[in-house]
């Protein structure tokens, strides 16, 4: 169990990463609408831009709702 959480948080992590390489940071509209209950706990106040929003979900990985991780380590592909 610990061992696939591992690999999750791997594969979510490589995920952002990737998506902090799109043109101007852009996070694709379903992500948005997918994490924006996260964004508004978890990381309200954050500026947009520079790919603070992606860190701040790093930042707070296990309070990420499942939905929104998935989200996440989708934007990878």
Do not use: W
């Not at 594969?11 to 994490?35: H, Y």
């Not at 106040?45 to 701040?56: Q, T």
């Amino acid at each position: 169990m610990r061992r696939s959480m591992s690999l999750l948080l791997i594969a979510i992590f490589a995920g952002v990463t990737s998506a902090q390489a799109l043109p101007g940071n852009q996070i694709p509209n379903d992500v948005k609408e997918r994490c924006k209950a996260d964004y508004a706990k978890l990381c309200n106040g954050v500026m947009p831009g520079g790919g603070r929003i992606l860190a701040c979900f790093q930042a707070h990985i296990d309070e990420v709702s499942p939905d929104c991780r998935d989200a996440l380590s989708k934007m990878k592909n």
